[in-house]
Nanobody
Framework: QVQLKESGGGLVQAGGSLRLSCAAS????????MGWYRQAPGNRRELVAT???????NYADSVKGRFAISKDNAKNTVYLQMNSLEPEDTAVYYC??????????????WGEGTQVTVSS
C-alpha cells in the first residue's frame, strides 16, 4: 500500500504565503506524476498544479505566477509554494500521485487533504 500525507495548511491573511508538503510512503518502486488539487465548499475538485518525472510543470490559470510546484525525488515529496494568497484560494488541498508499487502495479493515490484558509 502507498500513503500520501499532506502538511503545511493553515490560516493566512490575503497576500501571505504558505508552503504545502506531501510525502509518499509505503511500497513504492517508482513515482510518476505528482500534483496538487483543491476543493472549495460547493465546488468540484480542480487541478492546481502538476509535475512530471521530467520536472515539466503545469498550473491552473488562476494560480500562474503565484504558486510553484517542486519535488524532492530522494524524499518522495512534492511541495506547493503559495504566494500572494487570495481569499479565493481557500479550499482543502489534496495531493495526488501516480505510483508504481513493488508489485509493478500502477495506481493513483490521494492524500486526505489539508485545509488552507485565506482571510481578507
Amino acid at each position: 500500500q502507498v500513503q500520501l500525507k499532506e502538511s503545511g495548511g493553515g490560516l493566512v491573511q490575503a497576500g501571505g504565503s504558505l508552503r504545502l508538503s506531501c510525502a509518499a510512503s509505503g511500497r513504492i518502486r517508482r513515482i510518476n506524476d505528482m500534483g496538487w488539487y483543491r476543493q472549495a465548499p460547493g465546488n468540484r475538485r480542480e487541478l492546481v498544479a502538476t509535475i512530471t518525472t521530467g520536472d515539466t510543470t503545469n498550473y491552473a490559470d488562476s494560480v500562474k505566477g503565484r504558486f510553484a510546484i517542486s519535488k524532492d525525488n530522494a524524499k518522495n515529496t512534492v511541495y506547493l509554494q503559495m504566494n500572494s494568497l487570495e481569499p479565493e484560494d481557500t479550499a482543502v488541498y489534496y495531493c495526488r500521485s501516480v505510483v508504481e508499487d513493488t508489485d509493478l502495479m500502477l495506481n493513483t493515490f490521494w492524500g486526505e487533504g489539508t485545509q488552507v484558509t485565506v482571510s481578507s
